[in-house]
């Protein structure tokens, strides 16, 4: 194993299950990653589901109005009434209960997008305290180590269905830890991506404009 792989994954804690991913706040991680896989049934749905039928949404809400919330997108969004929908819901809503209680935040930004191009395929660290990212159809998150701001020599990519919460600019530890990430590039692969991306909000009133608030 290179050192550059040794330093990758030293400074990625990865976790058996969801209690893990507060190691985020451990000195000098980047980035917890709780590696999961999902059921064979459920992925078989969603890689199955046209891509006008899967959720998408940009809002801002509390993490217990979460499971309601998705319930709207889906009807809207057209996504079948089934036991595999109940499941993504589910799933999210959890998720967005751990990251709150991680970042102990009473409100969080939610996007579920729907990715079919190369968006965001620079490597890059987000604008935020951190964030977490699951992508529950097609490739996972990748990431890499660089303090040059060139793209990095090594670069893994975080399986689908699994978690990772990742530190950004305004996370108070310095010096910065170097690692980076990307959307992985799938323009001309007819790959269509589905990920729930989470943010710790502090103030959801000054936010207004650039989601809905639920």
Do not use: K
């Amino acid at each position: 194993m290179s050192e550059t792989t040794e330093d990758l994954r030293r400074c990625t804690q990865l976790a058996s299950g969801p209690a893990g991913l507060a190691a985020i706040h451990r000195p000098g991680t980047a980035a917890a990653l709780w590696d999961r896989r999902p059921l064979d049934r459920f992925q078989a749905w969603i890689d199955a589901l046209p891509a006008g039928q899967l959720p998408r949404t940009r809002v801002i809400l509390r993490p217990e109005a979460v499971c309601d919330a998705l319930l709207d997108v889906a009807r809207i969004c057209g996504t079948p009434d089934c036991p595999e929908r109940n499941m993504l819901i589910e799933d999210a809503s959890a998720l967005a209960a751990i990251f709150a209680d991680v970042m102990d935040c009473a409100h969080l930004r939610l996007r579920l997008d729907v990715v079919r191009t190369d968006a965001c395929r620079r490597f890059h660290v987000d604008a935020v305290t951190a964030r977490l990212i699951c992508t529950y159809r097609g490739t996972g998150t990748q990431y890499g180590l660089s303090t040059t701001g060139d793209d990095p020599d090594t670069v893994l990519t975080v399986p689908t269905g699994a978690p990772i919460v990742l530190r950004g600019t305004r996370w108070p530890e310095n010096p910065p830890s170097g690692l980076l990430h990307r959307s992985p590039p799938i323009a001309g692969t007819n790959e269509t991506r589905l990920l729930l991306v989470l943010d710790p909000v502090e103030d959801p009133e000054r936010e207004r404009g650039t989601a809905y608030i639920h």
